[in-house]
């Protein structure tokens, strides 16, 4: 039996690359662009709108994880009053949701599936805690998408 050869070999590493780099790498420089967007200090907090089961999460959903993963709901979203700036990018798995943090006077914002909208949101000094929540009507889980934020100090 003869062993792989030079063009075999290189066929293989390519594949390889291919497979396994470069979307590892996509990620990275995704994260990177992401962090080097906004005020190095500032708190970044991503949520993704799965219309199915009514969920905002934190985890990063990707068109792989989606079919599988069981996502978990952002129940509690703790941010900080220290003066930092205070970003949501917010985006939707699938349909068309809306994000609004009423008590705070955010939004609400359409939140578009495949975009992410930018929200600089500023604390009110006297809640400690409050809600956030999908402003229209989505799907049969859209009760269900809203949470809190709880400022921390
Ligand atoms: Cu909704």
């Known amino acids: 039996m003869k062993g792989i050869n030079v063009l075999e070999a290189f066929i293989l590493i390519f594949v390889l690359v291919s497979v396994v780099v ?10 990177y662009i992401v ?12 949520l993704y709108g799965i219309s199915k089961g009514g969920i905002w999460t934190t985890e990063r959903v990707t068109v792989f994880n989606y ?12 941010i900080y009053d220290d003066g930092t700036p205070i970003i949501f990018r917010v985006t939707s798995t699938d349909v068309i949701h809306s994000f609004s943090i009423p008590l705070f006077r955010v939004g609400p914002y359409e939140i578009k599936p495949g975009q992410f ?27 269900k998408m809203q949470g809190r934020l709880v400022v921390m100090e």
Do not use: G
């Open 67 to 78: 079919w599988w993963k069981k996502f978990k709901h952002a129940e509690e979203i703790p």
């Open 22 to 31: 470069v979307p590892f790498a996509i990620f990275r420089i995704d994260e």
């Open 117 to 143: 909208t930018v929200i600089e949101v500023k604390t009110e000094r006297r809640m400690r805690s409050t809600k956030y929540l999908c402003y229209q009507y989505c799907d049969e889980d859209h009760e």
């Open 35 to 46: 962090s080097s967007k906004y005020p190095e200090n500032a708190q970044i907090i991503t």
